[in-house]
């Protein structure tokens, strides 16, 4: 279990350099601790409660908690993604709408739909692989593959590639920026050729051949754009995947109205999101001295979004902690706020659902491995790292 801050060490009050406000610091380095990483809940409980922002020492980075807060936050241009980092989630001002744009438009629509039979046929051929056997784990061999199979795709890359590419981003590609990855680009390098001379119609020829104020986009920035790609899809999108499974097979009720009406995943994956998402801290980094939940802010703070309190916020969402797949109003907080927002959620939603589906279809009777409890794991990016099921 968690320590509760306010367990910890008694916080000593701090007062900002721009302000008179009393701010207090939390004396434990609570986003660096084990502890944390295991179950955030209870501390959250506390910052949501009696310090809606706080300092931990251990990051030196302002924690927001509050649903209300931290959607403010993130949208607040003043607040920018700290460095290092080239990809999308790093740029900022005219730079980023062109970019995004073209990333958007390859994500939404007709380019989507487009999407969709070649994920549907990968998590069959998953799960039917899965089905031969009577136990597996269902994060291994399969929340690791199908959404990488899909942003692979969503690419343009060969399928072949998916394997490589999955490797590569469980060897620690951050999905929201540090897209600098030697391997990743090594990989991508001849694709980037191949699509300058003969583009098609996938994401990388956009990218390859698109102009932004009159200049093609260097190699460079087209790696960083697709490796914020690949590193969402492989990664958060895998954990979320992760999360999603066992949120249903911990609700075997649930599940059974889902196999019955399957209209009901997309809220059931919605509200999955919120209670667990696969990224539980969003950071940002103050361009100019800024005001964040009431209290100033001096230019250059690290303000971290605890996007994984905000979700279970009871200011927000009636009985946070419960999964509901009837909830109203699951909200979108786990995709950010703002004009940094993910635009591969609908990727991510495609993809849940697909899987979800195949996996129904091919093993009836899944259900926990006998003695199987999910443990999820992490901060920054959390989700569970086994799923150990059986079927029949
Ligand atoms: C369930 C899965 C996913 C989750 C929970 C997730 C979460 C997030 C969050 C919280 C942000 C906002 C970061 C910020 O405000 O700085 C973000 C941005 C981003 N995500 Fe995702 N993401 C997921 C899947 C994907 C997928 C499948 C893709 C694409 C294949 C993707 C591509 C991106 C990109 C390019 C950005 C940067 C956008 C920008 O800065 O304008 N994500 N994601």
Redesign the pocket.
């Known amino acids: 279990m968690a320590r509760p801050p306010a367990e910890a060490p008694a916080p000593g009050p701090h007062a900002a350099s721009s302000a008179d406000v009393e701010i207090p610091t939390l004396t434990v380095p609570v986003t660096t601790s084990p502890d944390v990483a295991r179950d955030p809940y209870p501390l959250y409980r506390v910052l949501r409660e009696r310090r809606p922002l706080v300092r931990d020492e251990g990051t030196g980075a302002w924690l927001v908690s509050r649903y209300r807060d931290v959607c403010a936050a ?1 949208a607040r241009p003043r607040l920018v ?1 700290p460095p290092p980092g080239r ?3 790093h ?1 900022e001002g005219p730079t ?1 709408l062109a970019h ?1 744009a073209l ?1 958007s438009s390859a ?1 939404r629509g007709r380019a989507l739909a487009a999407l969709a039979a070649g994920v549907s046929r990968t998590a069959y051929v998953l799960a039917r692989r899965i089905a031969a056997r009577q136990e597996a784990d269902l994060v291994a061999e399969f929340c690791q593959w199908l ?1 990488t199979a ?2 692979v795709a ?1 690419l343009g890359l060969p399928y072949e590639d998916a394997a490589r590419v999955q490797e590569l981003c469980r060897g620690g590609l951050a ?2 920026g540090g897209a600098h990855h030697r391997d990743l680009e090594a990989c991508l390098r001849p694709h980037l050729a191949r699509r300058r001379a003969h583009p098609g119609h996938d994401l990388l020829s956009v990218l390859c051949t698109a102009e932004i104020d009159g200049r093609p986009l260097s190699d460079e920035t087209v790696m960083g ?1 697709a490796g ?3 590193g ?2 492989g990664e ?2 895998a954990l ?2 992760g999360s999603f499974l066992a949120n249903l097979l911990d609700h075997p009720g649930q599940l059974a109205l889902i196999r019955e009406r399957p209209e009901l995943i997309p809220g059931a994956w919605a509200e999955s ?1 919120r209670r667990d ?3 539980h801290v ?1 950071l ?1 980094r103050a361009a100019r001295p800024v005001t964040v939940a009431g209290v100033p802010l001096p230019a250059g703070a690290v303000v971290a979004c605890l ?1 994984g309190s905000a979700g279970r916020d009871p200011a927000r969402f009636a009985d946070p902690d419960r999964y509901d797949i009837f909830r109203a109003d699951p909200g979108r907080v ?12 609908e ?2 939603a495609l ?2 659902e697909h899987g979800l589906r195949a996996l129904l279809d091919a093993l009836p009777g899944l259900r926990w491995a006998p003695g199987f409890r999910p443990a999820p794991e992490g901060l920054l990016t959390r989700g569970p790292r086994t799923l150990l099921v059986r079927h029949g």
């Open positions: 993130l993604a990809g999308l989630a740029m980023h995004r990333v994500l959404p899909a942003a969503a999905h929201l754009v914020t790609l690949l969402g899809g958060a999108a979320a995947l999101l998402p696969a990224a969003v940002r996007v786990a995709f950010g706020a703002g004009r940094h927002a993910c635009p591969g959620a990727l991510a993809t849940a």
